[in-house]
């Protein structure tokens, strides 16, 4: 049969195939937009919640929804009749990151040679599988020491060759030497503010405020004051200002306990170990007090071992005016001894100010050494010092030892 223009019809049959054919076609066309619809709606909602690609299972619902009967017409999967869906499980959050700040207070103390637990975010773990970490013992011991004469004055001039480090009784082998006449200081000064100094206390205050205003370089040095009786109390943090420190000896009042073990070890701990350092510093400690504790809930001893730690030379300057040492100026000569600073008996008023003018010139005067230990083990043990001149005429001042690192 032909058309009315002349051409030959096509059966109806074969137009009917044709038709079916183009239609086939569509649904085909149609199916793979809606998968690839569902694949960016899967990935724009991946990327909210933190993922960057669509889920397998999501991928298998998907190819599955234009095949299987039971997709619904979002194309997820129809749960079974008489089954609960199981709820998708929300992405974790990541692990906040460890703060390493020097300066937190905030943070649970560790015990000493133990390293703080490391939190892993799991979130970085694939992209530091290729760094290593490197931890390493740095084995390099640093000493500040002093040297006098039979007469007791400061020797300022001497080399390296002049002196022999022993390490827990073993030569060391030197590293570094140099006299340190103008390094900037870290201070803290202690006063004990219980009844028993009650008779002087006005006048060490002024003493005080004097050796402050005349070794603090602002710029360049800090200090801060501490008064204790049962507990201590910072009445200036560290500042370079005298007229702030200044400030802060005169609000200290006499009364109450004393917890002088506990101010030592507090000073130690929370103002000198925490102080940012940005370059070599000196610490030092200049203690003002009877020696008689009564209240503390450290020994003696672990104050001691805080001062080792936290590098401090601690001056002890005695409040007792009965003439003779007593039980607590052993205690301060204890504690000066074994941090490698000096204890001053001050009987009379004008000797607390030569006290303070003997440990302003010491500061002053002090030699810096750094050695290698011999056969130096990260144990945590404590290990002794000593530093030998080679004149036996010449007397060297310095802490008993230190406590090594532990790994």
Known sequence: MRNLDGRKRRPERWDEGYNKAIDSDQIVVMKSRIFLLLVAFHILAGSLVGQT??????????????????????????APAGTQASPTPTPAAPAPATSTS??????????????????ENPANSDSDESVETIRHVVNEVRVVFTVTDRHGRYIKDLKSNDFRVMDDQKPAELRSFRSETDLPLQVGLLVDASNSVRDRFKFEQEAAIEFLNSIIRP??????????????????????????????VRMLRAGGGTAMYDALYFACRDKLLKQEQVRPVRRAIILLSDGDDNLSHVTREEAIEMALRADTIVYTISTNISGTKGK????????????????????????????FLSIQE?????????????NFIADGRYRTIQILAQDRNLKVRTR???YAPKQ
């Open 53 to 78: 690609a669509p889920p397998a299972s999501t991928l298998a619902t998907a190819q599955s929804s234009s095949s299987n009967p039971s997709a619904s017409p979002d194309g997820k999967m129809q």
């Open 102 to 119: 020097a300066t937190s207070t905030s943070a649970a103390p560790t015990p000493a040679g133990k390293a703080p637990a490391q939190v």
């Open 219 to 248: 710029g360049y040095d800090k200090a801060f004051v501490v008064g204790f009786d049962a507990t201590p109390e910072v009445t200036q943090d560290f500042t370079d200002s005298t007229e702030g420190l200044s400030a802060g």
């Open 328 to 355: 607590g100026d052993k205690v301060l000569e204890r504690i000066a001894e074994a941090t490698g600073g000096r204890a001053f008996f001050p009987f009379q008023m004008r000797d607390v100010s030569d006290a």
């Open 362 to 374: 010491e500061l002053r005067s002090q030699y810096a050494v750094a050695y290698k230990p011999a």
């Open 400 to 402: 008993k030892g230190y």
